[in-house]
C-alpha cells in the first residue's frame, strides 16, 4: 500500500509514519510538505496511491483551496483530512468537496487507523457530530419529496412547480432540510442525503 501523507511538519509526518508501518511494515509512506510539493513531483506513476492524507493549514496554497487540483492528479483516490482544527465549518466544507475522512491531530492512535481502514475499504470517517440524527430527524413527507428534487438538480422554482407550492414555501422547507442534516449548502445537502441513502 502506498500513502501520500502532505503535512509541513516534518515531526508529525514522522510520527504517521510510524503509525502505518505499525498497521502494516509493508505501507510506503511518501512525504510532500506542501500542496505545491505534492503537485508538482511526478510520484503518481511510481507510487500509485491508495490513500492520501492532507493538513488544512499549509505553506502557500491552503489544503482545500488545494484539493480540487489534488483530486484531479490523483483521481479516484480517497483524501482524509488530518488537521489541527476541530471547527464544524471547516469539517462541513472538507466532505462538501469530496473528502473521505476528518480526523483532529490530537486523535488517539488507534481511532485513527480505524478511520483509515474504514476509508481504504470505501467508507467515510467524520466526527460524529457532524453527522445528523436520523433517529430524531421527524423529516416530513413533504420534506423528503423536495429533497429528492433537489437531488435530481431541480431550482426552487422548478421544484414549487412540481410539487404545487410557493418558492417561499420550498425555501423555507429547504432551510428545515439543511438544519436535519447539518449543512449549510444546497451541495452539502446532496451529498448528505446520497450518503445517507435519502435521495
Same mark, same amino acid.
Given at each position: 500500500? @502506498?500513502?501520500?501523507?502532505?503535512?509541513?511538519? &516534518?515531526?508529525?509526518?514522522?510520527?504517521? /509514519?510510524?503509525?502505518?508501518?505499525?498497521?502494516?511494515?509493508?505501507?510506503?509512506?511518501?512525504?510532500?510538505? /506542501?500542496?505545491?510539493? &505534492?503537485?508538482?513531483?511526478?510520484?503518481?506513476?511510481?507510487?500509485?496511491?491508495?490513500?492520501? #492524507? #492532507?493538513?488544512?493549514? #499549509?505553506? *502557500?496554497?491552503? *489544503?482545500?483551496?488545494?484539493?480540487?487540483?489534488?483530486?484531479?492528479?490523483?483521481?479516484?483516490?480517497?483524501?482524509?483530512?488530518?488537521?489541527?482544527?476541530?471547527?464544524?465549518?471547516?469539517?462541513?466544507?472538507?466532505?462538501?468537496?469530496?473528502?473521505?475522512?476528518?480526523?483532529?491531530?490530537?486523535?488517539?492512535?488507534?481511532?485513527?487507523?480505524? &478511520?483509515?481502514?474504514?476509508?481504504?475499504?470505501?467508507?467515510? @470517517?467524520?466526527?460524529?457530530?457532524?453527522?445528523?440524527?436520523?433517529?430524531?430527524?421527524?423529516?416530513?413527507?413533504?420534506?423528503?419529496?423536495?429533497?429528492?428534487?433537489?437531488?435530481? *438538480?431541480?431550482?426552487?422554482?422548478?421544484?414549487?412547480?412540481?410539487? *404545487?407550492? +410557493?418558492?417561499?414555501?420550498?425555501? +423555507? @422547507?429547504?432551510?428545515?432540510?439543511?438544519?436535519?442534516?447539518?449543512?449549510?449548502?444546497?451541495?452539502?445537502?446532496?451529498?448528505?442525503?446520497?450518503?445517507?441513502?435519502?435521495?
Amino acid at each position: 500500500m @502506498h500513502v501520500l501523507l502532505i503535512d509541513d511538519h &516534518a515531526l508529525f509526518r514522522a510520527g504517521m /509514519s510510524l503509525l502505518f508501518q505499525r498497521m502494516d511494515p509493508e505501507v510506503q509512506v511518501i512525504e510532500a510538505n /506542501s500542496l505545491e510539493d &505534492a503537485l508538482t513531483q511526478d510520484i503518481a506513476e511510481a507510487n500509485p496511491f491508495d490513500l492520501i #492524507l #492532507l493538513d488544512l493549514t #499549509l505553506q *502557500g496554497m491552503s *489544503g482545500l483551496d488545494g484539493l480540487r487540483p489534488l483530486q484531479k492528479k490523483f483521481a479516484n483516490v480517497p483524501v482524509v483530512v488530518v488537521s489541527g482544527s476541530a471547527e464544524h465549518d471547516a469539517m462541513s466544507e472538507a466532505r462538501a468537496k469530496g473528502v473521505k475522512g476528518y480526523l483532529i491531530k490530537t486523535t488517539a492512535a488507534d481511532t485513527m487507523v480505524q &478511520a483509515f481502514q474504514a476509508v481504504l475499504q470505501g467508507h467515510s @470517517h467524520f466526527p460524529a457530530d457532524l453527522e445528523p440524527d436520523l433517529a430524531n430527524a421527524n423529516m416530513t413527507t413533504r420534506q423528503r419529496e423536495v429533497l429528492v428534487l433537489l437531488c435530481q *438538480g431541480n431550482v426552487n422554482k422548478e421544484i414549487a412547480s412540481i410539487l *404545487g407550492m +410557493s418558492c417561499f414555501t420550498v425555501q +423555507s @422547507h429547504l432551510k428545515t432540510i439543511f438544519r436535519i442534516l447539518k449543512v449549510h449548502t444546497r451541495t452539502e445537502a446532496v451529498l448528505a442525503a446520497r450518503r445517507l441513502g435519502l435521495d
